[in-house]
């Protein structure tokens, strides 16, 4: 599998600290603006002590569930639009063909395509967040949103002796 995040890295301090390190030029889109150099470094809360092991299987557990989600949205979507295109057909273009009974039948049809498109957006977010979530408390860390930390103080723990590092992403 696949790091949702290419290019970054793992870093588990012998004090239990954790960092992730991302380039930060990957998302750079600004073409007037130089992208920025070095990389960024976010650290996370955790609520045991953590193994590398463990935040790469939550990669890899993330990158499968977010490939699940982005299916069922794909496939919610598509029923959505062949919903809405049912009701367009079934309200405008059967009555002008001259079959006002196939209109019911269609709506019938079409309203629950709707609806289930709509559902999907609503619900499909949240679920993919509270599988993220859940991934990160199997792996140890905790519910608490990571916090960007400079690169003297990042650079400070990962040089500390005792430091693990995860391979750096496909």
Known sequence: MTDPAPGSRW???ADGTVLKSYPKA???T?????????????????????????????????ARSMAGFGR?????????????????AGWIVLPLLGAPDAAGVTFVVSV??????????????????GSVKRAGAAAGLAPDPAQVVKEPEARAVLDAPGTVSGPAAR
Do not use: C
């Open 11 to 13: 870093h588990v301090a």
């Open 26 to 28: 990957l998302d750079h």
């Open 30 to 62: 600004d073409t007037r603006r130089e992208p920025p150099q070095g990389l960024k470094y976010l650290r996370y809360a955790t609520e045991r002590p953590v193994a590398l092991a463990d935040l790469q299987a939550m990669d890899e557990r993330v």
């Open 72 to 88: 069922l949205t794909a496939v919610t979507l598509v029923a959505g639009v062949l919903g809405i295109a049912g009701v367009l």
């Open 112 to 129: 629950p395509l709707v609806a289930a498109g709509f559902l999907a957006l609503v619900i499909v977010p949240g679920a993919m967040r």
